[in-house]
């Protein structure tokens, strides 16, 4: 009742009570289902969205030429001309969720990927029932070309409201006979804005994990321990994000392990209202130096991983850090701006066409009030002075002072099509009235013009009162 549009007046005003009121009601419709109240304990709000198309696109692109053929080897070699760029290796994802029932949801994905020529694929089916407000549980049936069929089950349970455990477990039916695996991973709130986890693999590449992350309003902060076969490594990484209308956060992270040392930067910043767009510079030993460049549409995303070199070449990292914060300026100063603004040009002009009938019309009404307006004034009611209390006379004693109010501005709100109408009752109770002596005889004596002549009433508290009735 409290941000119900109808109540506010103020445009602005309105608009935010209209904001706050759909919320409210959504929240309504969620937690006055128990259905959709479990989903949202468990998945948040995001379990409560029918997802679509879901998908990413990678495409890795091998550009060392660019930078190894200036070394003292690569001189030797024969050729010349352009650098040789290719694309190495590629990969394609798609899922679609569907809800079967009020507690049941299927979800089908699929996934293509090659590299140096070689390729590969797989589906899979999983089906997820939301079993009551704290637990759900899913079977996963899946197919491909190289590991062979899979069959899996998964389990999520809220052990306290600041703790939940998650248990998986899977069977592959692979040439080289069935290899099974198992997970564990269990989560606690330590604070507001932390979480801590741990996290227990067996199978292929078993490993005991430790993370802590702490996520608030300004900045997300990672810090991972993995102790495994064949990939043991820490890592720490950290984001800022600015209050802005983009959304821009920076970003940077170090990974140590067994197989050497990665360091990474980053920038990422909304350019449209459903685009995100990311760079992020990956140095390490032996890796060498690449430039991932990200964009994320809606609910497909987009990867573009660019290796510039397998060394750590002083050349490479600047042409990676400056190259696309040049680029990104460009294109958004020479091309992203200039095409907002005539969007917003061409919607305006659009908006003034189609309300150009509203604004006559509205034009008219406005002429028309003020008219009627005038014509009111001219032969109208209008109240010019009126008083309330107790009033002295000539016969009463001099010592005697007068006891009234002055009732102008609250008559003429009385006054309804130049009429005024007061009932057989006492007139303090009249909105804006008081009794300004108690307990002593009093009057309303009011001065008025209609049709452009003055009048004069003296009305007794209690009686009633009607002057003129028609303008």
């Known amino acids: 009742m409290l941000y119900h549009p109808d109540k506010h007046r103020d445009p602005e005003l309105k608009s935010q009570a209209e904001q706050l009121f759909n919320q409210v009601h959504q929240a ?19 379990g409560l969205e029918v997802e679509g198309w879901e998908g990413t696109i990678s495409v890795g692109v091998d550009a060392t030429d660019l930078f190894d053929r200036y070394d003292e080897d690569f001189e030797e070699m024969p050729g010349g001309g352009f650098p040789h760029i290719e694309i190495n290796k590629m990969h394609i994802s798609q899922s679609i969720e569907a809800p079967l029932t009020n507690s049941d949801t299927a979800v089908l994905s699929g996934s293509l990927s090659t590299h140096n020529g070689n390729g590969g694929g797989n589906i ?24 062979g069929p899979l069959i899996g089950l998964k389990v999520f349970r809220n052990v306290t409201p600041r703790c939940f455990l998650t248990a998986q477990c899977g069977l592959q039916f692979s040439p080289r006979g069935l290899r099974p695996s198992c997970s564990l991973m269990t989560a606690r709130h330590l604070d507001q804005n932390t979480m801590g986890y741990l996290q227990w693999r067996w199978g292929p590449n078993s490993a005991m994990t430790t993370s802590l992350v702490r996520d608030t309003k300004s900045s997300h902060f990672t810090l991972a321990l993995q102790l495994g076969v064949p990939h043991s490594y820490l890592m720490m990484s950290y984001q800022y994000k600015f209050q802005d209308e983009d959304q821009t956060k920076v970003k940077g992270s170090v990974k140590t392990g067994w197989f ?14 459903h685009s995100v767009l990311s760079a992020t510079v990956s140095i390490g030993v032996p890796q060498g130096v690449t430039l991932k460049i990200k964009l ?4 497909q995303t987009y990867l573009f991983p660019i290796h510039l070199t397998d060394q750590l070449l ?29 969007q917003k040009e061409q919607e305006l002009e659009l908006q003034r066409k189609s309300s150009a009938t509203d604004i006559a019309k509205k034009k008219q009404e406005a002429e028309s009030a003020h ?4 014509l009111c004034k ?32 609250p008559l003429q709100c009385l006054v309804k099509d130049s009429k005024l109408i007061l009932t057989e009752s006492s007139k303090a109770g009249l909105p804006g009235f008081y009794d300004p002596c ?11 013009q209609f049709r452009g002549v003055m009048h004069q009433v003296i009305s007794a508290d209690t009686d009633s009162l009607r002057i003129p009735k028609q303008c």
Not at 439 to 447: D, H, I, R
């Open 260 to 273: 050497g040392t990665v360091v990474e930067y980053g920038a990422e910043r909304k350019i449209s209202r």
């Open 378 to 409: 001219k032969r109208g009611l209008i109240i010019l002075n009126a008083w309330y209390g107790k009033f002295v006379s000539d016969t009463s004693q001099k010592q005697e002072k007068a006891k009234v109010i002055d009732v102008t501005v």
């Open 371 to 374: 008219l009627l307006d005038t």
């Open 438 to 448: 108690v307990g002593e005889e009093k009057s309303l004596k009011l001065l008025y």
């Open 28 to 46: 309504y419709e969620v937690l006055s289902d128990a259905h959709s109240r479990a989903i949202y304990d468990i998945f948040g709000k995001k």
């Open 124 to 147: 899979n089916m999983t089906v997820r029932r939301v079993t009551s407000a704290k637990g759900w549980g899913e079977v996963e049936l899946g197919a491909g070309d190289i590991l």
């Open 314 to 342: 002083p050349s490479a990292v600047f042409y990676a850090t400056v190259g696309p914060l040049l680029l990104y300026v460009a294109i958004h100063r020479l091309i992203v701006i200039p095409y907002t603004q005539a």
């Open 296 to 299: 994320a549409r809606a609910s």
